[in-house]
Every structure is written in C-alpha cells, then in structure tokens.
Nanobody, 122 residues
Framework: VQLQASGGGLVQAGGSLRLSCAAS????????MGWFRQAPGKEREFVAA????????YYADSVKGRFTISRDSAKNTVYLQMNSLKPEDTAVYYC????????????????WGKGTLVTVSS
C-alpha cells in the first residue's frame, strides 16, 4: 500500500483546511486508516482514525469537536477536515494504514505516507 497525502498549507488561527490521503493498492475492510502529526521537536502523535469496514471513527482529545475524519471507499481516500485551527495544530501531518486491529499508535501502523505540512498562524 502506498499513501499520498495532500492539502496542507498556511492558514490563520480559526481557519479550516482539508487533508486528503489517497491509497494505492487494496484496502481491506479489516484495515484502518489514521492521521498522525509531528510538531517540531515533538514526538509523532495520533490525531484521528477510521475503521475502513464499518467507518467507526476515533479522535485524540485535543481535536475532538474540531476535526472530522471520513473516507471514500470508491476512491480509496481518507480525509481530515480540520476546523477552528489553532497555532498548536501546526505540524507535519501523516496518514498511515493499520492492517489489523489494535491500538492507534505509531508502532502499530504498517504503512506510512509522506507528510504534508500544516502551519497555523496566530
């Protein structure tokens, strides 16, 4: 599975961005796709994820109510709608795929895409 993330950019605080992650290769219903982010000098952290088969979503507490993850199965694409952005959301955002059930942690993901930079100015 190869992943291509896009949609990052510069936005003012309070603004919105939508990230996309297109997957090439077969995405099985048992897979999950997630978004992680890494700010300068910090560890990569979980943001949001979605179970491919049933569409159940998961969010980090820091983004609940502001970010929405969704998928388009026909396009093998997952989206991250980010609203009410804050300067602390500034990071490189990565999409990743997990082949089996488990935790949504960096160590449990099987495939990673290159990141896309999101910069939120105050």
């Amino acid at each position: 599975v190869q992943l291509q993330a896009s949609g990052g950019g510069l936005v003012q605080a309070g603004g919105s961005l939508r990230l996309s992650c297109a997957a090439s290769g077969r995405i099985f219903s048992s897979y999950g796709m997630g978004w992680f982010r890494q700010a300068p000098g910090k560890e990569r952290e979980f943001v949001a994820a979605i179970s491919w088969g049933d569409g159940v979503t998961y969010y980090a507490d820091s983004v609940k109510g502001r970010f929405t993850i969704s998928r388009d199965s026909a396009k093998n694409t997952v989206y991250l709608q980010m609203n009410s952005l804050k300067p602390e959301d500034t990071a490189v955002y990565y999409c990743a795929v997990r082949r089996t059930g488990g935790r949504w942690s960096v160590y449990d993901m099987d495939y990673w895409g290159k990141g896309t930079l999101v910069t939120v100015s105050s």
